[in-house]
Antibody, heavy 120, light 109 residues
Framework: EVQLVESGGGLVKPGGSLRLSCAAS????????MNWVRQAPGKGLEWVSS????????YYADSVKGRFTISRDNAKNSLYLQMNSLRAEDTAVYYCARAVGFWSGPIDYWGQGTLVTVSS | SYVLTQPPSVSVAPGQTARITCGGNNIGSKSVHWYQQKPGQAPVLVVY???DRPSGIPERFSGSNSGNTATLTISRVEAGDEADYYCQVWDSSSDHRGVFGGGTKLTVL
């Protein structure tokens, strides 16, 4: 059974940093591209970042470029999102999500999400 | 940047057919994926590559994509279909971006 379990969310002050982790199991993690997608309270889904299976290709939404860094450790079956210079508008549930192929197929599995709250 | 436009809400009576549209410039040239999200839950893939269904998704869910509009069709709507629905594409036209539509709230009357 495919499982994606996020951790690392919490309350942080504006300008602060946070590192999200996603532990993957039930599939060959190194064969899949991975993504972070967020959802602000009461709002829609927003794509944040994608990383290819071997980390050769990495893309970011304009809203986080230069502040967030996606990475993965295939030996540990883990995906990460380093978030710096956090703003109130970064407050959201952050989902770790697996995609079929890279830049073509759907997101076929989602974690349950971890809440990040940016507030003073 | 590429934009996907969905109606904010669609209402339908049980047993009827719901159609949720997703508009985008020449969206017919892209593969469109659809997700269902119920309150407090993670999204679930219901249609991928315009019209394919993942295993476990009822045949009542179908999709089409042509020109500037993709459509998710839910036949014989049930109360359990009430949810938010999002369309999504991968855009490589200018820079690489994942794009979601704004979401459509399906209400079963």
């Amino acid at each position: 059974e495919v499982q994606l379990v996020e951790s690392g969310g919490g309350l942080v002050k504006p300008g602060g940093s946070l590192r999200l982790s996603c532990a993957a199991s039930g599939f060959t993690f190194s064969s899949y591209s991975m993504n972070w997608v967020r959802q602000a309270p009461g709002k829609g889904l927003e794509w944040v970042s994608s990383i290819s299976s071997s980390s050769s290709y990495i893309y970011y939404a304009d809203s986080v470029k230069g502040r967030f860094t996606i990475s993965r450790d295939n030996a540990k079956n883990s995906l990460y999102l380093q978030m710096n210079s956090l703003r109130a508008e970064d407050t959201a549930v952050y989902y770790c999500a697996r995609a079929v192929g890279f830049w073509s197929g759907p997101i076929d599995y989602w974690g349950q999400g971890t809440l990040v709250t940016v507030s003073s | 940047s590429y934009v996907l436009t969905q109606p904010p809400s669609v209402s339908v009576a049980p047993g009827q057919t719901a159609r949720i549209t997703c508009g985008g410039n020449n969206i017919g040239s892209k593969s469109v994926h659809w997700y269902q999200q119920k309150p407090g839950q993670a999204p679930v893939l219901v249609v991928y590559d315009d019209s394919d269904r993942p295993s476990g998704i009822p045949e009542r869910f179908s999709g089409s994509n042509s020109g500037n509009t993709a459509t998710l069709t839910i036949s014989r709507v049930e109360a359990g279909d009430e949810a938010d629905y999002y369309c999504q594409v991968w855009d490589s036209s200018s820079d690489h971006r994942g794009v979601f539509g704004g979401g459509t709230k399906l209400t079963v009357l």
